[in-house]
């Protein structure tokens, strides 16, 4: 006798919507799509689209909402933990979100990389993210000297590590093991920032190399892990 099995699961327009914007964006360019194009392909009017995008922009990058919700949330109890692995911990959030679909994330960034408002609008959500980081470390650091500059500095440093190896990984095709090279660049900011780098709990012994680096609040988040590299590096 066969199992009856109940009726499939009905995507989420959410969803619907967001694959057939992609879609047409790959075929079409996404200059020359419309929002009508979106919402002819995926069969609903115009409202269902405004109800859950802003813009065609937000369709790009449909999962950044729910990701970063995610990001809060785990910073939000994090607070027994030192908070450089914190926040390193919580990039990798955003790198499992592109490592579960590479071939989206690929196709996603290299439309990106042609489109210039969408890169204006990625550096946008990024910054989101960095600006969460940096607020759960400034609570952390409330209590120290320039802890709200070291929480910038830090915020920036990882957010710089973890773009850097993910787009690495992303101009390659997908290639490669995304969450090792992110590990490894997220190892230089817990080595340079960390409480066993900083004198915290777990504070290096004695005989331990401890690396100091003192960068501008306005310096760029590229400029901030190259001296972490550089001074890392050194013999």
């Known amino acids: 006798m066969t199992e009856a099995r109940g009726p499939a699961k009905k995507t989420p327009m959410r969803e619907v919507l967001a694959k057939a914007a992609f879609q047409l964006f790959l075929e079409r360019g996404f200059e020359q799509t419309t929002v009508d194009d979106i919402v002819a392909r995926a069969g609903v009017g115009r409202r269902s689209f405004f109800r859950y995008f802003p813009s065609k922009e937000d369709a790009v990058f449909p999962d950044h909402e729910s990701c970063l919700a995610d990001m809060t949330a785990f910073l939000d109890a994090a607070d027994g933990h030192d908070p450089v692995d914190a926040v390193c911990d919580a990039a990798r959030i955003v790198l499992r979100m592109y490592a579960t679909n590479p071939e989206f994330s690929v196709q996603r960034y290299r439309l990106t990389q042609e489109v210039p408002g969408l890169r204006t609008y990625e550096l946008s959500v990024v910054r989101r993210y960095e600006r969460t980081m940096a607020g759960y470390l400034r609570r952390r650091y409330a209590q120290d000297a320039d ?17 850097n190896a993910l787009r690495s990984w992303l101009r390659s095709g997908g290639d490669g093991d995304a969450e090792t090279a992110v590990d490894h660049a997220l190892e230089l900011v817990r080595n340079g920032w960390g409480s066993a780098a900083t004198g915290g709990e777990g504070a290096a012994d004695a005989d331990d190399e401890v690396v100091v680096m003192v960068v501008s609040k306005r310096a760029p988040m590229w400029r901030v892990v190259q001296r972490v590299e550089s001074a890392l590096g050194q013999d």
Not at 147 to 162: D, K, T
């Open 147 to 163: 802890g709200s500059l070291r929480a910038e500095v830090v915020a920036a440093a990882v957010v710089a590590a973890h773009n």
